[in-house]
């Protein structure tokens, strides 16, 4: 049973600020890795994917991956009170049978005080 | 609009009655999911599909039943036997070509027992 390993937080950082969220992982076999943000009360929204190591910019959200170290890491630049949200890593599950389905973490809360 | 459709958004059940939640996506993806989220926790999997005419067990489907008659459609019925269906319940589909794992969420049921 793959494990994914998130701080709950609740992390707080000031608006303008870096937010910096990780993730960790028990497979070393895991090739695709998954963010997603959640509102509350809403459904989870896949925010970046990234598949080889090093890292991923799209906007102001970076991915960096290190697959020696198992871990993943959301960074969010210029954190806006509207990026207040839980944020949820995501790995494949195991192959087979199984193999599009995705293990999450339980999430790290952020909030982005004005 | 291409996307995943659950209703209703919100649903009351009585004890005894068995409910069922509709889930459809018009995204031509071949699997979908579904998930139960309880407050404060991560996504449990409770079945999976990954093709029409099958569909697997997840790690918490005592008390829930599916169906996959077509490729677009995915319903789950919540019986009288899950003793704590209070939940928010959320659908999922992801392309199952390409090698890539990507599950996207439709806006979710917020099933409240009475």
């Known amino acids: 049973q793959k494990e994914v390993e998130q701080n709950s937080g609740p992390l707080s950082v000031p608006e303008g600020a870096i937010a910096s969220l990780n993730c960790t992982y028990s497979d070393r076999g895991s090739q695709s890795f998954f963010w997603y943000r959640q509102y509350s009360g809403k459904s989870p929204e896949l925010i970046m994917s990234?598949?080889?190591?090093g890292d991923k910019e799209d906007g102001r959200f970076t991915a960096q991956l290190n697959k020696a170290s198992q871990y993943v890491s959301l960074l969010i630049r210029d954190s806006q009170p509207s990026d207040s949200a839980t944020y949820l890593c995501a790995v494949p599950g195991d192959s087979g049978a199984g193999s599009y389905q995705l293990t999450f973490g339980k999430g790290t809360k952020l909030s982005v005080i004005p | 609009d291409g996307g995943i459709t659950q209703s209703p958004k919100y649903l009351f059940r009585k004890e005894g009655q068995n409910v069922t939640l509709s889930c459809e996506q018009n995204l031509n993806h071949d699997a979908m999911y579904w998930y139960r989220q309880d407050p404060g926790q991560g996504l449990r999997l409770i079945y999976y599909s990954q093709i029409v005419n099958d569909f697997q067990k997840g790690d918490i489907a005592e008390g829930y039943s599916v169906s996959r008659e077509k490729k677009e459609s995915f319903p789950l019925t919540v019986t009288s036997a899950q003793k704590n269906p209070t939940a928010f319940y959320l659908c999922a589909s992801t392309k199952t070509s390409g090698g890539y794992n990507e599950q996207f969420f439709g806006p979710g049921t917020r099933l409240t027992v009475l």
């Open positions: 990234i598949y080889s190591n």
